[in-house]
């Protein structure tokens, strides 16, 4: 069983930085980052494989940087120039097996979730 725990979601001004972290019990394969604001669908926001590949959804790339420590089991997405329209819950998500490239960006192949941690940019 895989357990995930997030944290250093906060409210931020636009233009700042932050990093997320996840806490990772377990040895899962692909992760990944998703985000959903009020009203909207879950979103892609970056994946990492186990070798260290890494994928990015459209509205956060070079902006965000997804990295994977395999020795202490966490994954961290690091933050820059945040926008207004980051704001949302950001979740943590492992699979149980490797998933192929086309299925890296859809939450529904994600079985090991964390309960979330929200980032609010506003000024």
């Known amino acids: 069983q895989v357990q995930l725990t997030e944290s250093g979601g906060r409210s931020e001004q636009p233009g700042n930085s932050l990093t997320l972290s996840c806490r990772v019990s377990?040895?899962?394969?692909?992760m990944a980052w998703f985000r959903q604001a009020p009203g909207k669908e879950r979103e892609f926001v970056a994946a990492?494989?186990?070798?260290?590949?890494?994928f990015y959804g459209d509205s956060v790339k070079g902006r965000f940087t997804i990295s994977r420590d395999n020795d202490e089991n966490k994954t961290s997405l690091q933050i820059s120039g945040l926008l207004p329209e980051d704001t949302g819950h950001y979740y943590c998500?492992?699979?149980?097996?490797?998933?192929?490239?086309?299925?890296?960006?859809?939450?529904?192949?994600?079985?090991?979730w964390g309960q979330g941690t929200q980032i609010t940019v506003s000024s």
């Open positions: 998500a492992a699979s149980r097996a490797p998933l192929p490239p086309s299925s890296t960006r859809d939450w529904t192949k994600y079985v090991y």
């Open positions: 377990g040895q899962p394969w692909n």
């Open positions: 990492i494989w186990k070798g260290g590949m890494t």
